[in-house]
């Protein structure tokens, strides 16, 4: 196997995907990144395009094998609100997805993985505040059902195989450079782009429905930082917690009222309302900042700031 690094981001056109599909081409050129999902994305990449479904393991074996890769990323996954509506297919994306590219690893075709769980795993009988690596996991969704059970198979892997893959609890996650795609926290990416261009959102979760939550920027330098981190500082082999924001919708329109005073939030929750009703309200990362230096860059006001900034933005130009 070739010692350059070559990387594989799996669910590139995702809300992830988008980003650090391009964050790794910048660091590492973008000759070494290969994206692949189910279409070719409507913009041209600078990094190749694969069209390919994680189920389909010769496609990707091929995929794999054409241009030696050595690390995977596997952001393909149905989410919290899409996966309640689509129950076996959710089971069979987020398990046999993540399956296929454990296999490639025991079959010593890759070296590394990256794979993401979520605060989902948690439910209602884990504590709300400052939720620790070990609380308890008794998820009410078949979202957190199958990546707590995702979790076990890292770790599985990892112990039986000494697979080396690696993983983080990302709490909802906010950016501006993509769109989210069917989860419970995507009314925090959503209201920034109704405030910018009409001025008034109607939100799906109540005004106090606090989560915990992270910008962009911070998720993409956590993964990478993970995947950088000498092997023997990984520890957890399941799954890190990781933490930098929590905020209801109430105080986020606030923040965003600074910038547009007119903007208006009309409260209407939903069934997702539910699904968060049932999540944690912050979360305890010690272990992350401890194992391998994990540290947020972003507070709730920095990334407002920087939202609005890059989205205003975009809307002028679009506007032109
Ligand atoms: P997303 O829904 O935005 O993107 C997923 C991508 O996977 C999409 O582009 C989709 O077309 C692609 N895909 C779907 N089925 C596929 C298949 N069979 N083969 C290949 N590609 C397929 O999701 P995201 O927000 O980018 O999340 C990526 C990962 O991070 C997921 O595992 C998700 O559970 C996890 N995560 C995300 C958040 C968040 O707030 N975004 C929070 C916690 C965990
Ligand atoms: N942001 C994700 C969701 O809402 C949490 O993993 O589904």
Redesign the pocket.
């Known amino acids: 196997m070739s010692l350059k690094k070559k990387f594989l981001v799996?669910?590139?056109?995702?809300?992830?995907?988008t980003v650090l599909t391009n964050k790794l081409g910048e660091k590492h050129g973008f000759k070494n990144v290969v994206g692949?999902?189910?279409?070719a994305p409507e913009q041209q990449t600078k990094f190749v395009f694969e069209e390919?479904?994680?189920?389909d393991k010769d496609r990707l074996e091929k995929i794999i094998s054409k241009y030696s890769i050595t690390d995977v990323y596997l952001?393909?996954?149905y989410?919290s609100a899409k996966g309640e509506k689509n129950i076996d297919n959710a089971w069979d994306?987020n398990i046999n997805?993540l399956l296929n590219v454990l296999n490639f690893a025991k079959e010593k075709k890759i070296q590394k993985i990256f794979w993401?769980?979520?605060?989902a795993v948690f439910g209602p009988t884990t504590p709300k505040n400052n939720v620790d690596q070990y609380a308890i996991t008794e998820p009410t969704t078949i979202?957190g059902v199958s990546?707590l059970a995702g979790e076990s198979l890292c770790n599985y892997y990892h112990k039986k195989f000494g697979i080396d893959v690696r993983s983080i609890r990302?709490?909802?996650?906010i950016g501006w450079e993509s769109m989210?795609?069917?989860?419970t926290?995507d009314y925090a990416v959503d209201i920034f782009h109704e405030a910018i261009k009409n001025e008034e959102y109607s939100c799906f979760l109540s005004e106090n429905r606090t989560l915990p939550m992270m910008y962009m920027d911070d998720a993409i330098k956590a993964t990478i930082s993970i995947m950088e981190a000498p092997i023997a500082s990984i520890k957890i082999r399941n799954s890190y917690n990781l933490s930098s924001l929590s905020f209801s919708p109430k105080q986020i329109e606030s923040e965003i009222k600074k910038h547009i005073k007119s903007f208006k939030v009309i409260y209407s929750p939903d069934e997702r309302d539910k699904l968060a009703e049932g999540w944690p309200q912050s979360i305890n990362d010690n272990h992350s900042r401890k194992d391998w230096g994990w540290e947020p860059n972003f507070n709730l006001t920095q990334m407002v700031n920087d939202i609005i900034l890059n989205l205003s933005k975009r809307y002028k130009k679009e506007k032109v």
Request: net charge positive; charged share 10%.
């Open positions: 799996i669910g590139s056109n995702g809300q992830i995907g692949s999902d189910l279409r390919c479904s994680v189920l952001l393909a996954a989410l994306l997805g993401p769980s979520s605060i979202y990546k990302y709490p909802g996650l989210p795609g069917g989860g926290t």
